[in-house]
């Protein structure tokens, strides 16, 4: 009889659908397809080679043998907090929305998401330094480039970043703000089989959304979670007159509204890492000069 039940819990375990993955798993993996569909053959060969070295990072938990495992596997380290707690803070840089943005504020010591991003850049572009030191840069480049186009990581109303606020989606309940924009919006928005977001971009596509830099990257963030995100999520043109519920509901037409702005995001984010990857590998002025030998 037990045979039985456990043959049946099984298959029941089987049939049971599997939870769709959310932005830490899948909007990530699918800016690195985007990237990766639009760099050279020339820098996707030196990318392989440095994720040929993965084992020298020690990290046999967080895999990283793809350029798509690069894209999550600074989230996946949360999981080693003793070691790697020190990276926690670079994958935001939250400013309120409800003053006037500060492009210098909360960023001590270079510990946010911008300017991890630049740090990241350099050290991948110096072929000077250990390879294993220049793999995990690879890897908090393309992340991080992914982290600090998603609207609440660079938008706060007193509220982490949108995770303090307890928000439904749709019919589904007990997620917040946060979450929403992380996982199940994103989602929906790149996941059109008519509409593919990962293909070779034109000249013209990868020039009209690729441009900028970290800092303008974060800006744009700001501004989608001012003027979009918590507007529309608490049905009000008055954002910062009075304290804000604890809680809200995005209704079908607010998802409708929101789909377009994470999907360009998203676009944005992975051709802006095929960006950031061409001009490593290309370093020209990203590597520091050698010091000069002061003469006698």
């Not at 993955?21 to 030196?46: D, F, L």
């Not at 072929?127 to 982290?147: I, K, Y």
Request: net charge neutral.
């Amino acid at each position: 009889m037990m045979k039985r039940l456990l043959a049946l819990l099984a298959v029941l375990l089987a049939l049971a659908p599997v939870p769709a993955v959310a932005w830490g798993e899948y909007a990530h993996r699918q800016t690195a397809s985007i990237a990766e569909a639009n760099v050279s053959p020339e820098v996707r060969a030196k990318i392989r080679a440095l994720l040929a070295r993965q084992k020298d990072l020690a990290t046999p938990d967080c895999p990283l043998g793809t350029l798509q495992d690069a894209a999550v596997w600074p989230d996946c380290l949360r999981g080693e907090g003793w070691r790697w707690g020190y990276t926690f803070a670079w994958h935001y840089r939250t400013a309120p929305v409800c003053k006037a943005f500060d492009p210098r504020a909360n960023c001590a010591g270079g510990n946010c998401v911008t300017a991890q991003i630049q740090r990241a850049q350099r050290v991948l572009a110096d072929e000077r330094l250990p390879t294993h030191e220049r793999l995990e840069a690879l890897a908090f480049m393309v992340h991080f480039a992914g982290d600090v186009h998603m609207p609440l990581h660079s938008g706060d109303n007193e509220d982490q970043g949108g995770n303090a606020r307890k928000a439904d989606y749709g019919i589904k309940p007990g997620l917040n703000l946060h979450s929403i924009w992380d996982g199940p919006l994103a989602e929906r928005a790149i996941s059109d089989p008519a509409d593919p977001v990962v293909r070779r971009y034109t000249p013209a596509e990868r020039a009209e959304l690729a441009g900028g830099s970290p800092d303008d990257w974060g800006r744009e963030s700001w501004e989608i979670a001012r003027s979009f995100v918590y507007p529309t999520a608490f049905d009000t043109e008055n954002l910062c007159d009075g304290t804000l519920p604890e809680k809200t509901a995005l209704s079908q037409e607010d998802i409708v509204r929101g789909v377009p702005i994470a999907r360009q995001r998203v676009l944005q984010s992975g051709l802006r890492i095929a960006r950031l990857l061409e001009e490593a590998f290309q370093p020209g002025p990203l590597v520091p000069d050698e010091p000069r030998r002061r003469r006698n």
